[in-house]
């Protein structure tokens, strides 16, 4: 769906919903995300050359039990 707000009943749509990563319940762009790991590592990432994406939680791997 489209992402946008109600501003003096007028209606701006800013994206796609579907364009945000959530984390923790905070909404991130991904191209805010790259830029920040870009910026904090131009070392390792070239800039316009990084991608983010959201991976469902129960894709993620589960920490094993410590014995």
Do not use: M, W
Not at 1 to 23: A, P, Q, T, Y
């Amino acid at each position: 769906g489209d992402l946008g707000f109600l501003h003096n009943n007028e209606l701006f749509v800013c994206g796609r919903i579907k364009d945000l990563i959530i984390i923790r319940g905070r909404n991130h762009y991904p191209q805010d995300i790259e830029k920040t790991a870009e910026q904090a590592a131009p070392d390792v990432l070239r800039p316009g050359c990084s991608a983010s994406f959201t991976v469902p939680a129960p894709l993620l791997p589960q920490p094993s039990p410590s014995a």
